[in-house]
C-alpha cells in the first residue's frame, strides 16, 4: 500500500472501530455491522475493501476518495474538532503547552491547503517550537488542569498572530498566482472595450460631419452606455471570479502536559 | 475595477476554542482520526484526478478513456472552464459529473448550477445520484427546492433561469461551477438566456454541446465570450480575422492554425472515429404497424372524434378535448375513460355515453394488442419495454399479456423510489416485458433491453426520443428495436408519418431534436399537432395539414443537418481538439 492508501485503511477502520461497529475480516474482505445509531448514515451492514483485485472480484464497496462510504467518514471526522489532553513521548521537561491545530484554505479559481501546527507555552504565553516531539495518549480523568477561561483567547491569539505573520509570503505567492491569471483575462477584456470604443468615436466623427445627424448621434449614444455598461459587468464578473479567501481555520487543539 | 483585497478568515466551525473553555476534552483516538483526515484531504487536492480510483471502480459507470482525458485537461490544463463538444454519445454527461465530482472532493467547489433543456432536468438529477452520489435539487417537481438562491447543488432549465424572480436570485450569488448543457442553444447574444450568463458571478464555466455552431462562427464567438471574455477581441476584429464573408460562414484558412490553438485551450471535441475502438456504436431500427382497426374500433374512434370536433369552436377546454382524443388513440380500455370524462363534462348525452360505452365494450381485444402478441411472440430470447401513456392503457396490457402466458413488470409515475427501484430490478432479472407510462420512465436507463415499443404515440417528438433514449445510450450492445403500432386515419397515424417518414425522428438524436425543436415546449408541440387535427373538416384534410407540416419540418432539419456539417467539415475539420490527443498516464 502507498503512504495515502495506508492513512485510508487507518482513517477507516479506525472510524468503524471508534463507532463500536463489528469490524469482520476475510482475505481483505471487510464487513461491519453498523450500531444502530449510525444506521441512517450507512445502514445496518457494510462490504468493503481496501484491494482493487478482491473488489474487482466481489461485491463491495472500494475505499478511496471518491467513494460514498469513505467520504461519509472523511466528512464526520473533520467535524470533530476535538480538544484533547496529551503527553510529550520524552523526559524532557517543557511547561504546559497548548497546541493549536490550523487547516489554511486558499480559495479562488485554484486552490491550496496547509496543515499547520502552533504550539504556545500555557506559562508564558510565548510561542514554541516542538515540531519533532511525539506525543502519547493519557487517560484525562488522571489529569487536573487550572485553566481560566479567558486565558484560552490569549493563548489563540498569539497563535494566530504567528501563523499569519509566517504564512505572509505564501499569501503573497498564492496572490501573485491569482492575480496574474486574472489579469490575463483583464488584458483581453479591456482591449476588447478598447476597440469597442475607438469603434464608437469613429463613427461620432463621421456622423456629426452629417446634416441631420441627431437621431443616430443619440442611437451611438446609447451603444455608447451599453458598451459601459458590459463592460461594468465584466468587471464585476471578474472580480467575483477571482476573489480570493485565506480561512485559518483551527481545526483541533491538544494540552500537552 | 481590480480589486485585490484577500478575505481572511479565522474559523472555528466544531468549537474547538469552546471546548478548551469549557475543559471538554475528547479522547486521543478521535484527535488522531481527525488529523489523520486533514492530512489525506490534504493530500488528495495535490492530485491530478483525485477520485480516478473510485470513478475506475464504479461499477455504475461504463467508463472510457477519452472522459476521464478530457477531466484530467479541464482541471489540469484548462483552469476549471472548458467547452465539452464531444460527438453526440460518447457520454458527455459523464465526463461534466467527474469534473464535478473532483471539484466537490477537493473543495475547488462548493455551490454548482446546472442549466439544462427542460427535458433532460430529470436525467441530469437521477444520473448524477446514481452515478455520482451527488443529490442535486431540482427546481421543478422537487419538494427540497425552496427557492433559486437557496441551494448549493441545484438544477434548473434555461427557460425557468430567465424567470425574473429566478434571475435575481441566481445573479445575487457567487458560483462555484455553472455547467450548462446543450449551450448553443446560448448562441444568440440578444437573448435573455445569453445575458443571464453574461451576468452570473462564478468562477468555473463547463459547457455541453455536439454542435456548438450550426449556421455561423459568430455563434462561435459568442459561445466562447461567455467562457473567455474577450479572448477574440470584438465581434468585429473576430470576423475580419477568422471569416471570409460578411455572414461569418467561411473560415478564413490563412489563420486556422491560429484559431485552432485558441479554441484547443477551450474546447474538447472527441469524435466517434477516434473512439470506434473501444465503443460498439448500435443502430436504431424502427418498424411502424399501419393497422386496420375492427369495424368496432373504427366506429368508436371515428363517433368520438367527431364528437371533440363539433366542440372545438364551442367554448371547451382544448386541453381536455386533447385529452379526450389522446385517450381515445391509446386504447379501447383508456377510450372507456375518455367516455366517462366526456359524460362528465357534458360532451356528450347519457344516450350518447350507453350507446358508445356499448360500442367499447363489444371489443374484445384491441388490433394493436393482438399484433404486440404477436411480435414478441416471434422474439423468444428477447426483454421488451412497452411504453403507453395512460395508466388504464398499462393495466389493459399487463392483464392481456399476463392470459397470454408473459412475465410482465410495470413501472409508473405513481410509485415510490424504492417501488421503482424493485421494478427495475425484476425486469432485468425475471420479467420478460416491463410496461412503463412515459412519466415513469424518464431518467431510467434499460441498455439490458433492445426491444421499445411505443402502444401509443406521445405527440411531442422529445418524448418519443426519450423513450428510445431508455435503452439506446451507451452501453447498449445490440441494435435497438422500436415497434410503433397505429390504426391507419387516426391522428397518431398522421403524426407518426410526420415525424417518422418525413423527418425520420428515430435516426435523429436528442441534441438534434433540441436544435430542431427548441421553440417548442411539451405541452405547445402536442397542442399544436392536435389543432391542426382537430380544426380540420374530416380526415382527408388532416393528412393534407400534416404532410405540409412534414415538408416544413423537414426542410428545417435539411437546412440546420447542411448547416452544421458545413461547420463540421469548414471549422474543425483538421482542428486536433480530442481529449485524446494528449496522452497522460494516470495509472
Known amino acids: 500500500m502507498t503512504g495515502i492508501e495506508n492513512k485510508v485503511f487507518e482513517l477507516v477502520l479506525g472510524y468503524f472501530s471508534k463507532i463500536n461497529a463489528k469490524i469482520i475480516e476475510n482475505n481483505g474482505l471487510f464487513t461491519i455491522v453498523i450500531p444502530n445509531e449510525y444506521e441512517k448514515l450507512f445502514g445496518s451492514e457494510l462490504k468493503i475493501t481496501f484491494d482493487k483485485k478482491i473488489f474487482d472480484q466481489q461485491e463491495c464497496e472500494l475505499m478511496t476518495p471518491g467513494s460514498s462510504t469513505f467520504y461519509k467518514i472523511i466528512k464526520s471526522c473533520i467535524d470533530f474538532g476535538p480538544a484533547t489532553i496529551t503527553k510529550i513521548n520524552s523526559t524532557t521537561k517543557v511547561n504546559d503547552v497548548l497546541r493549536f491545530y490550523f487547516y489554511i484554505i486558499f480559495e479562488s479559481v485554484r486552490t491550496n491547503t496547509k496543515l499547520f501546527v502552533v504550539d504556545v507555552d500555557m506559562k508564558t504565553r510565548n510561542i514554541m517550537n516542538l515540531d519533532d516531539i511525539k506525543l502519547e495518549s493519557i487517560n484525562n480523568e488522571t489529569i487536573e488542569l487550572n485553566i481560566q477561561s479567558d486565558s484560552i483567547d490569549d493563548y489563540y491569539i498569539s497563535a494566530i498572530e504567528h501563523v499569519e505573520k509566517l504564512m505572509k509570503p505564501e499569501i503573497n505567492e498564492f496572490k501573485k498566482l491569482i492575480l496574474n491569471l486574472k489579469q490575463n483575462e483583464l488584458d483581453n477584456i479591456n482591449e476588447e472595450y478598447k476597440t469597442r470604443k475607438s469603434e464608437i468615436q469613429k463613427k461620432s466623427v463621421i456622423i456629426q460631419q452629417k446634416p441631420n445627424s441627431s437621431n443616430s448621434l443619440n442611437e451611438l449614444i446609447l451603444e455608447n452606455e451599453s458598451i459601459k455598461n458590459d463592460m461594468r459587468k465584466a468587471y464585476d464578473l471578474l472580480d467575483s471570479k477571482y476573489s480570493i479567501t485565506v480561512d485559518f481555520a483551527l481545526i483541533a487543539a491538544a494540552i500537552i502536559v | ?587
Open chain 2, 1 to 587: 475595477m481590480n480589486k485585490e483585497t484577500i478575505e481572511i478568515k479565522f474559523t472555528d466551525r466544531s468549537n474547538v476554542k469552546s471546548k478548551l473553555r469549557k475543559l471538554q476534552f475528547d479522547d486521543y483516538k478521535t484527535f488522531q482520526l481527525t488529523l489523520n483526515a486533514f492530512y489525506i484531504f490534504t493530500q488528495i487536492k495535490k492530485q491530478p484526478l483525485s477520485i480516478i480510483s473510485s470513478i475506475k471502480s464504479n461499477k455504475k459507470i461504463e467508463l472510457f478513456d477519452h472522459q476521464i482525458l478530457a477531466a484530467l485537461k479541464v482541471k489540469n490544463d484548462f483552469g476549471g472552464s472548458a467547452f465539452l463538444a464531444d460527438e453526440v454519445g460518447l457520454g458527455k454527461t459523464i465526463e461534466a459529473g467527474i469534473i464535478l465530482k473532483e471539484f466537490l472532493i477537493t473543495g475547488l467547489a462548493k455551490s454548482v448550477l446546472i442549466l439544462t433543456p427542460p427535458s433532460l432536468v430529470y436525467q441530469w438529477q437521477d444520473e448524477l445520484l446514481t452515478k455520482f452520489s451527488l443529490d442535486f435539487i431540482k427546481q421543478f417537481d422537487d419538494d427540497r427546492f425552496k427557492d433559486a438562491g437557496s441551494h448549493d447543488l441545484l438544477i434548473m432549465s434555461h427557460s425557468s433561469a430567465v424567470f425574473p424572480n429566478h434571475k435575481n436570485l441566481l445573479k445575487n450569488r457567487n458560483w462555484d461551477v455553472v455547467i450548462v448543457d446543450e449551450a448553443h442553444s446560448m448562441k444568440n447574444s440578444e437573448t435573455k438566456k445569453h445575458q443571464l450568463l453574461k451576468e452570473l458571478p462564478r468562477k468555473f464555466t463547463i459547457f455541453i454541446s455536439a454542435t456548438p455552431i450550426q449556421n455561423n462562427l459568430g455563434e462561435l464567438y459568442n459561445l466562447i465570450e461567455l467562457l473567455r471574455p474577450g479572448i477574440f477581441g470584438t465581434l468585429e476584429q473576430f470576423k475580419n480575422k477568422y471569416t471570409e464573408d460578411n455572414q461569418m460562414r467561411k473560415l478564413n484558412t490563412f489563420f486556422r492554425d491560429e484559431l485552432q490553438k485558441i479554441l484547443s485551450q477551450i474546447i474538447i471535441r472527441t469524435t466517434r472515429q477516434e473512439v470506434k475502438k473501444y465503443i460498439k456504436f448500435t443502430d436504431r431500427i424502427p418498424y411502424t404497424k399501419i393497422l386496420t382497426p375492427s369495424d368496432n374500433e373504427r366506429k368508436l374512434y371515428d363517433e368520438i372524434t367527431e364528437k371533440v370536433r363539433e366542440n372545438y369552436t364551442s367554448g371547451y377546454s382544448i386541453l381536455h378535448l386533447m385529452i379526450i382524443q389522446r385517450l381515445i388513440s391509446s386504447s379501447t380500455d383508456s377510450s372507456k375513460i375518455a367516455l366517462y370524462k366526456m359524460k362528465q363534462s357534458k360532451l356528450i348525452s347519457e344516450d350518447e355515453y350507453d350507446h358508445l360505452y356499448s360500442l367499447a365494450k363489444s371489443i374484445e381485444n384491441d388490433t394493436k394488442a393482438l399484433e404486440l402478441l404477436k411480435t414478441i411472440k416471434e422474439k423468444t430470447d428477447s426483454k421488451f419495454l412497452i411504453f403507453t401513456e395512460f395508466l388504464s392503457t398499462q393495466k389493459y396490457l399487463l392483464n392481456f399479456l399476463e392470459k397470454n402466458g408473459f412475465s410482465v413488470t410495470i413501472f409508473n409515475g405513481k410509485m415510490n423510489l424504492i417501488e421503482r427501484n424493485e421494478s427495475v430490478m425484476r425486469f432485468k432479472d425475471n420479467t420478460k416485458i416491463l410496461i412503463s407510462t412515459s412519466a415513469g420512465g424518464e431518467g431510467q436507463n434499460f441498455q439490458f433491453c433492445n426491444n421499445v415499443v411505443n402502444y401509443d404515440l406521445p405527440w411531442n417528438p422529445m418524448k418519443v426520443e426519450q423513450r428510445v433514449g431508455r435503452v439506446h445510450r451507451i452501453g447498449q450492445k445490440n441494435d435497438v428495436f422500436i415497434y410503433n403500432y397505429v390504426y391507419k386515419d387516426t391522428i397518431d397515424y398522421y403524426i407518426l408519418e410526420l415525424l417518422y417518414t418525413k423527418i425520420k425522428l428515430f435516426s435523429m438524436t436528442l441534441g438534434d431534436l433540441d436544435l430542431l425543436f427548441e421553440d417548442i415546449t411539451d405541452e405547445k408541440s402536442g397542442l399544436s399537432l392536435f389543432k391542426e387535427y382537430i380544426s380540420s373538416k374530416n380526415e382527408i384534410e388532416a393528412k393534407n395539414k400534416f404532410s405540409a407540416l412534414g415538408e416544413n419540418w423537414n426542410y428545417k432539419k435539411e437546412e440546420l443537418n447542411n448547416a452544421i456539417n458545413k461547420f463540421n467539415q469548414e471549422v474543425f475539420r483538421n482542428f486536433k481538439l480530442s481529449s485524446l490527443e494528449k496522452k497522460i498516464d494516470w495509472n
